[in-house]
């Protein structure tokens, strides 16, 4: 591996040698697809709760739930102003609300609220289990398909498209863009699709100030923030993260699910058996596989646990490793559908959490719900392993799975 700068000089003075570990969030070494698992090993003996790696600009690295909790509820201390590492790879101008914080960020949240509240997500859900339906009758004659390309982004996709009612001819391109901003290839990759989604959403809310209509966009472009209509400006980025977050995140934790049934026939028998036990499932799911890696900004030099951090420096939050950690769940590696709900913080937690759980939670109860009726027995295809990416989403890039058809 290459790095810009030597990694002696992303160690900081204020850090201990003791404290030092060389880890890459963004490329961790996965073996037999469970990319977890591989996270898991940050929770081997001799690893400290909360590290600094040299990678990435140099950043540290909470790996216990209780301090990722914390810290994602503690939005005084440790800022949304940096959500990425290296620093540099965050947007100059901060998508609200995810890169403000309270109580700026409440006035944009705020906004979102009814489009992803339970009134609105029941007919998104019907629409959803409809497409859902269709595209699993689509392909169950072939007896096989690439799950995540074509079933598990066509469900948040066709969510996004409906909310915002932009034509479906636009679908490709708007998958195409999001995956290089949470998996660019380079830094160029990146930059362009950033400019490309935002242009892309910059244009649609221009049209809907032209043309209103009933669509999220044409509700945003009426509201208010501080007494004045929202600008343009602020609009764009808010499109953008409704798409980037809703769609890979729940592609993602679909097609780690999905993997995981394709290896489990137990597992699928007791849901076919058991079809109540689903939403139990669905969390049980959220909490073994979860996807984002996000970080925060130390506001001010303070003491953490002992941990000297000093103002300006970024630390991660790898959400799997709150569910995965033994300290909060008994033997957290195995999955078990009974298991009290659980806390977790695979959608974040305090003035930042996840607005569209619902939403994905209702995808999710829809793949298993439609999915298990009509294909009971699958498994990964034989010859091919899952591909696997680390990021700021963790991600099953691609998974062949075959069936019988009967
Ligand atoms: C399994 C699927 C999903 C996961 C794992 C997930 C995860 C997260 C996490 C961890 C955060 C907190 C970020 C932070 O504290 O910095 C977040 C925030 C957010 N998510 Fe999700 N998300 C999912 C689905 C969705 C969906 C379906 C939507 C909407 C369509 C959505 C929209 C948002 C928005 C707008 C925020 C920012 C909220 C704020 O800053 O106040 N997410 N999500």
């Not at 569910?323 to 937690?349: A, C, M, Q």
């Amino acid at each position: 591996m290459t790095t810009a700068t030597p990694l002696t000089d992303t160690i900081p003075p204020h850090v201990p040698a003791a404290l030092v570990v060389d880890f890459d969030i963004y490329n961790v070494a996965v073996e037999d697809g469970d990319y977890h698992a591989a996270l898991k090993r940050l929770h081997d003996p001799g690893v400290p709760d909360i590290f600094w790696t040299p990678r990435n600009g140099g950043h540290w690295v909470a790996t216990r739930g209780e301090d990722i909790y914390h810290i994602f509820k503690d939005s005084e201390h440790f800022s949304s102003r940096q959500l990425v590492v290296p620093r540099h790879r965050n947007p100059a101008v901060p998508l609200p609300p995810i890169m403000l914080d309270p109580p700026e960020q409440a006035k944009y949240r705020s906004l979102f609220a009814p489009a992803l509240s339970p009134k609105a997500v029941a007919p998104l859900g019907v629409g959803a289990r409809a497409l859902a339906i269709e595209l699993i009758e689509g392909f169950y004659a072939k007896g096989e398909c690439e799950f995540v390309g074509e079933f598990a982004q066509h469900l948040p996709i066709g969510i996004f498209m409906k909310m915002v009612d932009v034509p479906t001819s636009d679908r490709d391109q708007l998958l195409h863009w999001a995956d290089q901003q949470v998996r660019p290839t380079s830094e160029h990759e990146r930059e362009q699709s950033f400019h490309s989604l935002f242009a892309y959403a910059a244009q649609k809310v221009a049209e809907r100030q032209a043309h209103p209509g009933d669509d999220l966009i044409s509700q945003l472009t009426r509201a208010q923030v501080d007494g004045a209509p929202i600008t343009a400006e602020a609009l764009a980025p808010m499109i953008f993260l409704l798409l980037v977050g809703g769609l890979d995140t729940v592609a993602s934790a679909m097609g780690f699910a999905a993997r995981f049934l394709a290896t489990s026939p137990a597992h699928r028998r007791e849901l076919i058996d058991h079809p109540e036990r689903i939403p139990g499932a669905v969390e049980e799911l959220l909490r073994r596989f979860p996807v984002v890696n996000q970080g925060r900004l130390v506001v001010s030099d303070m003491d953490y646990k002992g941990v000297a951090l000093r103002a300006g420096d970024q630390i991660i939050l790898p959400t799997s490793l709150h569910g995965l950690d033994e300290r909060k769940f008994e033997d957290p590696l195995r999955v078990d559908f009974s298991r009290p709900t659980p806390i977790h913080s695979t959608f974040g937690n305090g003035a930042h959490r996840c607005p569209g759980s619902l939403l994905a939670r209702t995808e999710l109860k829809i793949f298993l719900e439609e999915w298990l009726k009509r294909i009971p027995d699958f498994r990964i295809k034989p010859g091919t392993t899952p591909e696997v990416r680390a990021g700021v989403n963790a991600t099953i890039f691609s998974l062949q799975l075959v069936w019988e058809v009967r």
